[in-house]
């Protein structure tokens, strides 16, 4: 079993940066497939970047290549979301979530962290 903790979120103005953070208890961290994934009031849940296992490949949604990068650190069991040039569409909570392979769903889930863009 995974336990996932988000953080990093927070108010900024359009065009900055932040960093999420996803914090992963347990010992078989490495195995897991990660994935940030958002939700906005009244929008359905919008998957937003993945990453395997072992760091690579990775998976972006349309509306954040080339801005959003997910990474994954193992030996500190923690996956982060860096988001640059932030618009206000992109207000939502984001969360984490993991599964153990790409044919089931995510297992897993953090509790979510706020993003608000302001214009």
């Not at 992963?24 to 906005?40: E, H, I, K, L, V």
């Not at 193992?74 to 996956?79: D, F, M």
């Amino acid at each position: 079993q995974v336990q996932l903790v988000e953080s990093g979120g927070g108010l900024v103005q359009a065009g900055a940066s932040l960093r999420l953070s996803c914090a992963a208890s347990g010992r078989t961290f490495t195995s897991y497939y990660m994935g940030w994934f958002r939700q906005a009031p009244g929008k359905e849940r919008e998957r937003v970047a993945t990453i395997n296992s072992s760091g690579g490949p990775t998976y972006y949604g349309d509306s954040v290549k080339g801005r959003f990068t997910i990474s994954r650190d193992n030996a500190k069991n923690t996956v982060y979301l860096q988001m640059n040039s932030l618009k206000p569409e992109d207000t939502a909570v984001y969360y984490c979530a993991a599964r153990m392979n790409t044919r089931i769903a995510y297992e897993y889930w953090g509790q979510g962290t706020q993003v608000t863009v302001s214009s």
